[in-house]
């Protein structure tokens, strides 16, 4: 098991060290008002919209840190300016982050305290940082989190959706052929699946997770924490037709039920989808086939509904 190495000061959360059992901390940790944070590299979440949900401990890491490493120095300057909090920012994003790397790694080895956040929410998630963290590893680096908001799991909790075991599955690429390969290899994923996604392309993911996953019940998360906050929770395929016209606007998470918890889709729903679709002008072939993905009933029971219904009603 890996052991954190103690800072030169010996006041890290070591495996030696008592726990911290109240939310004051104990003398000398990181995390007590007004006192300089333990050297380390420190993974500090921040609001996903609510500037309000800043920890106390955030605060006080951000304010005490040698240097904050954050995507883009304008939106993290403007987060910090509205907490009140001056500090020295450094770039640290996909594209230069093998660049800005050994200088952070330099600071950290000679005894410095780093924070490393995201533009918003918990940095790693979807957001740079796993490979700073790893070298921060090999080097004996102390590494801590400073936990705080995500969306992921903002998403998962007011989905509504069976929350014991999720499965984070990050952005899907954003092409079709891309997107429903991701798809088919979580499938059979026993657990929620949560997803980011932008907000033009909800309509079609929400379409291919439909086709893929099967028509299972799942919720789309827009605006966590801020004041349109929205979740609208229905089965996959209403979800994308209810986008397909008017993408959501901001931010937006997908979570979608493990397999075996989706909409029960009965004869009678199947029935009037039929109907609907050959109403509409489809061929029966068009209509079965469009049902079938519709509600992830195999085509070939969608097809004899039809003809049943053609033929004027239940033979069975
Ligand atoms: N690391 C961040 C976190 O922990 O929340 C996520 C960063 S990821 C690059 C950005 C994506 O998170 C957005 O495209 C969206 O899917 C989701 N997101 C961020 N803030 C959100 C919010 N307030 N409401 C809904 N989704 C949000």
Redesign the pocket.
Known sequence: MERQRRSASGTRNGANDPPLDDETGAEGRPGRPGSKPAAGLYLV?TP??NLRDITLRALDVLAGADVVACEDTRVTGKLLRLLGIKASLTPYHDHNADKARPALLAKLEAGGVVALV??????????PGFRLVRACIERGVTVTAVPG???????LQLSGLPSERFLFA??LPPRGAGRRAVLKELEAAPATLV?????NRVAEALGDMATVLGNRDAAV??????LY?EVARAPLFDLANRYAETPPR?????VVAPPGEGAAIGPEEIEARLRAAIAEGSSVKDASALVAAETGHPRRDVYAAALRLLRGGNEE
């Open positions: 979440a996903i919209g995201s533009d918003a929410g918990t940095p790693l998630v979807s957001d908001p995500s969306a992921a799991l903002t998403g990050g952005f997803f980011f996604e932008s907000p998360a827009r605006e966590l924490t801020k906050e901001g931010e937006v998470v997908i």
